[in-house]
C-alpha cells in the first residue's frame, strides 16, 4: 500500500516562509514526477511545481521566484520552499506523485491527504 504522507503546513504572515514535505511510503518499484497542487476554497485545485526524476521542474506563473521544489530521492520525499508567502497563497496543499508498482512497472498516480497553509495579511 502506497501512501503520500505531507507535513509542513501552517498559519503564517504575509512575507513569511514555510517549508512542506511530502513522503512516499510502501512497496514501489521507482517514483516519476511529483508535484505539489494547490486548492483554495470555491476554486479548482491547480499545479503548484513539479519536478521530473532528473530535477526538472516547472512552475506556475504566480509563485516563480518565490517557491522552490526539490526531491530527495533517496527519502523518496518531495519538498517545497516557499518564500515571501502572500494571503493569495491560502490553500490546501497537495502533494502527488506518479509511482511505478510491481514487475510491469504499471504507473498509478497518487494523492496525499492535504495541508492546510494559511497567510494573514
Known amino acids: 500500500q502506497v501512501q503520500l504522507v505531507e507535513s509542513g503546513g501552517g498559519l503564517v504572515q504575509a512575507g513569511g516562509s514555510l517549508r512542506l514535505s511530502c513522503a512516499a511510503s510502501g512497496t514501489m518499484s521507482a517514483i516519476k514526477a511529483m508535484g505539489w497542487y494547490r486548492q483554495a476554497p470555491g476554486k479548482q485545485r491547480e499545479l503548484v511545481a513539479g519536478?521530473?526524476?532528473?530535477?526538472?521542474?516547472n512552475y506556475a506563473d504566480s509563485v516563480k521566484g518565490r517557491f522552490t521544489i526539490s526531491r530527495d530521492n533517496a527519502k523518496n520525499t518531495v519538498y517545497l520552499q516557499m518564500n515571501n508567502l502572500k494571503p493569495e497563497d491560502t490553500a490546501v496543499y497537495y502533494c502527488n506523485a506518479n509511482i511505478l508498482l510491481g514487475y510491469l512497472l504499471k504507473e498509478y498516480g497518487y494523492w496525499g491527504q492535504g495541508t492546510q497553509v494559511t497567510v494573514s495579511s
Open positions: 519536478i521530473s526524476t532528473g530535477g526538472d521542474t
